[in-house]
């Protein structure tokens, strides 16, 4: 089973990162990919722009949906919604074609220093993500990042780590692992 790990985010210091880290370490008998958005830059989206082509990133980021099974990625919440480097390539993608995750099986999970856990970006992303093709499995949202992880323990708090297992659980079942 290849699995497709990504944060959206563009922070070299991003807490989305750390928590798809410890979510793909579940699945250390798959063959995993676990990509950094800041590998996928390109020029904001226009109307303009698309007239003349399509970046490589676009279609490069398209391909490693295409070339894997399913996907565990955790959103970073700017302003209430996704960070700017995630909503470009998103962008860009769906310019190409909609169905930007391709029916794959996704684990959708956000975190934030706050105590709503990127609980914005999560409702938007559960609306919006079916849409473009997700296949979403099972949620998860971490609040208050910095109270309840810990770089070495993983998530800390007794009752968010047995969710985060769980919804991996699920998932990996749905996947047949």
């Known amino acids: 089973m290849k699995i497709l790990g ?6 070299s210091h991003s807490i989305n990162k750390q ?4 979510t793909l370490d579940y699945f250390g008998d798959q063959e995993i990919t676990f990509l950094d958005l800041n590998d996928f830059e390109m020029p904001i989206y226009s109307k303009d722009r698309e007239e003349k082509g399509f970046p490589e990133p676009a279609h490069r980021f398209r391909n490693l949906i295409t070339s894997h099974d399913a996907i565990v990625v955790s959103l970073a919440e700017n302003n209430r919604t996704y960070s700017v480097a995630f909503k470009n390539v998103l962008d860009w993608c769906s310019r190409i074609d909609n169905n930007v995750f391709q029916k794959k099986p996704m684990l959708l999970m956000s975190t934030s220093p706050g105590k709503f856990g990127g609980g914005n ?3 938007a992303a559960l609306l ?10 099972a949620s ?5 990042f910095n109270i309840n992880f810990d ?3 993983g998530i800390t708090h007794p009752e968010l780590k047995t969710e985060h297992e769980q919804k991996i659980r699920a998932f990996k079942d749905r996947l047949g692992i």
Do not use: T
């Open 128 to 137: 919006y993500f079916p849409e473009a093709g997700a296949d979403i499995v």
């Open 6 to 11: 990504f944060a959206g985010s563009n922070s």
């Open 140 to 144: 998860f949202s971490l609040p208050s």
């Open 19 to 22: 928590l798809v880290s410890l």
């Open 151 to 153: 770089a070495d323990q």
């Open 121 to 123: 970006v999560m409702k």
